[in-house]
Each structure stands twice: as structure tokens, then as C-alpha cells.
């Protein structure tokens, strides 16, 4: 992703899936069809600069709510694909999530329960038209969750060093077949060969990201995006990162009954990620 004059840099890591054209009703379809043939897409820096003034109308009153039209495009084997942005669905989303993040004194500091409970009453309105509504891109701040990496091979990580002004790119993508296979026999090795308190929360986890590939054309494009972090971690740390290899190896290690080697590729992801997350109490 290019630097610009004024970059805003969330450390947060994407989880996206695109879908072929085919996949949408019309008139969507037609719309995303027109779309992808503009001769200026917008970037990532563009949906995180319309992240906020999507997610709150200003001034605080009764207006009609209004989804993006954008989206990012890709091309896969030929076939034009899509990623709707949904900004204003996921800020929803993120917000019915920060009152377990954060004590309540500095929740309100940030966003006082009026406008809480203003974007609550627009997200329950937006909802009774749009029942089906699911997002094609899910985040994590200051992380990557480790279940994602379960969806990928090594092979198909993709870096790419920063220089100049364009920062570095960390990032994984695969075909939805692939992802949800994956899915599907890493829970199985987690269940066979680990208790319920020492799996629970994993195993969870990945069922959770099983049902939500289960909701996009098995002929989907899933991506796992280093995001922000790739701006705050060392180029060091970012060429050295094979997580999803780690989490490979410690899968293929529970099959094949070898606890040690199971517990040694989870202590390399966890000390990995523990230097992470240390970097967001910095001061």
C-alpha cells in the first residue's frame, strides 16, 4: 500500500473475501460490473479516511443511512472480484464490541452514550432493510488472530520489502475451497486430540470463521492482510514472520500425535504475537 502525504496508519490486520461478479443479485451486479472498469480505484487509505464520517451522520439527527459503494477489486484466473467495503456495517459491528474492550469512564470519554445510542437506532433501522447483511471484511487490531492463519499454506505467503515511500506488505491469499478445506481438517485434529478447556476457545473461533466463509461463492478469493501492522513491526520481524507455517506445523504435529512438536509451533506463534502486542502499551 503506497504512503501518502498524510497516511493514517490504524495497526490493525484484514481478514477480506472477493467474490466473483457472478455472485451478486442485480442490480448489485451491474453496479460492481461498472465499478471495477473505473479508471481510479480507491485505496485503502480512502476507506479508512471515510471509515468515521461513514459510521456517524453529523449532525447527530434522524437521517436516512447510507451503506458504501465502494469496494476493492482484484482479478482472479480472469474473473473479476470484488470486496464491498460495507464501512458503516463494520463500524456498527466494531461498536456493539468496544464495551467489552474498554472500561466504561473512557468508552464514554470517546464516544458519549448519546451518539452510542444514536448509531445503536441507526444499525437496528439499516437491519430491518438489509436482514441479510454480512460483511466481506473482518479486522483485529494489534493482531493477527491465529485462527486466521489456519486458513492459509506458506506457499502462499506474499511479502513485499518496503522502499521508498511505498511501505511493506505482508499478506496471504487463497482460493475459498482451499480456506474452508483447511478449516474443516483443523478442527478436526483440534477436537481428536485436545481437551475442551485447552481447544475451547480455538476451536471456537474457527467455527466461528467456518460459518462466515460458509455465507460467499465457493469460487471466492479469501485474503489475509498484515494491514497497519506491516507499518509499526521491524522489516526484520516481517520478513521472519511465518505464522500460518508455524500454525501448519503445530496442526500436522496433533494428527501425527507428536505433543512436542505441537506446543514448540504454538510457543513460536505466541512469543511472536507477545512482541506484538507489547508494542501497544509503548510508550
Known sequence: MAQESSVIVPYVSYLRVYEPLAAFPEPERGHWTRYAKRERLP???????RSLADLLPTPPVAVPVHESGDAFVTEVDGVVCVCPWRTRLRGWLALEELPA?????LLDAALPPLV?????????RWLERNPDARPWIRTSAWHVPVRWFALFASEERQYEKAEGEAASVLRYRTPMAQARRRVARALKALREHLDAEAGGPLVEGLVDVGRWLEEFHPRSLVELDYGGLAHVLPQEHLAEDHSAADVAEGIAALRAGDGVGAREA???????WRVVRERQFAN
Open 266 to 272: 504454538y510457543g513460536r506463534l505466541v512469543e511472536r
Open 43 to 49: 485505496t485503502a487509505q480512502d476507506e479508512l479516511r
Open 101 to 105: 474492550l474498554f472500561p466504561e469512564p
Open 116 to 124: 452510542r445510542r444514536q448509531a445503536a437506532a441507526d444499525f437496528e
